[in-house]
Nanobody, 120 residues
């Protein structure tokens, strides 16, 4: 059974940093992060290739967030710096074993999410 378990969320002041982690039950081709704010649709944040050599970001987080992975630990990370109140959302980890192109935003497996709240 595939499991994705996120951790690392919390409350932080604007301008602060958080690092999210997602522990996976196996190694996946592509892993990504999405977020959903109250009353809004889920949106793509970042994706990373199997090797970790390829990454792709939403324009809203480019230059502030960094996605990385440790394949020895089957874990993907999202380092979030210069956080803004508009980054407040439930952050989800996602994974798939098909469609290696990072710009494709369809995923097969999802975690339960971890809450990030940024105060102004």
């Amino acid at each position: 059974q595939v499991q994705l378990v996120e951790s690392g969320g919390g409350l932080v002041q604007a301008g602060g940093s958080l690092r999210l982690s997602c522990a996976a039950s196996g190694r996946f081709y592509v892993m990504g992060w999405f977020r959903q704010a109250p009353g809004k649709e889920r949106e793509f944040v970042a994706a990373i290739s199997r090797s970790g050599g390829g990454t792709y970001y939403a324009d809203s987080v480019k230059g502030r967030f960094t996605i990385s992975r440790d394949n020895a630990k089957n874990t993907v990370y999202l380092q979030m710096n210069s956080l803004k109140p508009e980054d407040t959302a439930l952050y989800y980890c996602a994974a798939r074993n098909t469609l290696a192109v990072l710009t494709i935003k369809q995923y097969d497996y999802w975690g339960q999410g971890t809450q990030v709240t940024v105060s102004s």
